[in-house]
C-alpha cells in the first residue's frame, strides 16, 4: 500500500509528518509518496491563512498551538526543531526544486537538506542567496 504524503517545505506540519514517517513505515510496511504541492498557492486560491496568521489576533490562540507543538516534540523526542523565525516564507522555489530533485533522482536527499534548513537551521529559504547556498549541501 501507498499512501501520498503531499505537503509543502514551508509548514511546521510537513516537518512533523517527515520525521515520523519512517518509522510508521517500519512498523505497518506502508510506504509514502512524497507530493510537493504549493501550500501558499492552496491558501491563496481557498481564501485561506496560515493558522499562526489566521489567529493571529486571538487572544492565546497561538500560545496554546505553541503549547500543543511542545508536547509533540516532547512526546516525539524532535529535539532539532525551531519554529522558523522567517515564517510564513514563498516557498515556490523551493517546492519548483523538489520537483527538478525528483526529475534527477536526489529527492530524498534534496528535502532531507531542505526540511532541515527550514525547521532546524531557521534559514530563510524565501532569499535566494540563501536557498542557493542550501542547495550546495546536497
Not at 503549547?67 to 509533540?72: A, G, L, P, T, Y
Not at 532539532?80 to 517546492?95: D, E, G, L
Amino acid at each position: 500500500m501507498k499512501v501520498d504524503f503531499i505537503f509543502d517545505i514551508a509548514s511546521p506540519n510537513a516537518y512533523f509528518c517527515h520525521q515520523l514517517i519512517p518509522g510508521f513505515e517500519e512498523r505497518t510496511g506502508v510506504k509514502f509518496n512524497y507530493v510537493p504541492c504549493l501550500l501558499g498557492g492552496i491558501m491563496k486560491l481557498s481564501g485561506n491563512q496560515p493558522p499562526f496568521v489566521a489567529f493571529a489576533d486571538i487572544k492565546n490562540k497561538n500560545n496554546y498551538q505553541f503549547i500543543e507543538i511542545e508536547r509533540f516534540i516532547k512526546q516525539h523526542k524532535l529535539e532539532k526543531y525551531k519554529f522558523n523565525s522567517h515564517f510564513p516564507q514563498n516557498t515556490v522555489n523551493v517546492q519548483r526544486g523538489a520537483l527538478a530533485a525528483q526529475e534527477l533522482g536526489i529527492f530524498d536527499e534534496y528535502i532531507e537538506v531542505m526540511i532541515c534548513a527550514m525547521w532546524e537551521e531557521d534559514k530563510n529559504l524565501s532569499d535566494l542567496d540563501v536557498l542557493q547556498e542550501t542547495l550546495i549541501n546536497i
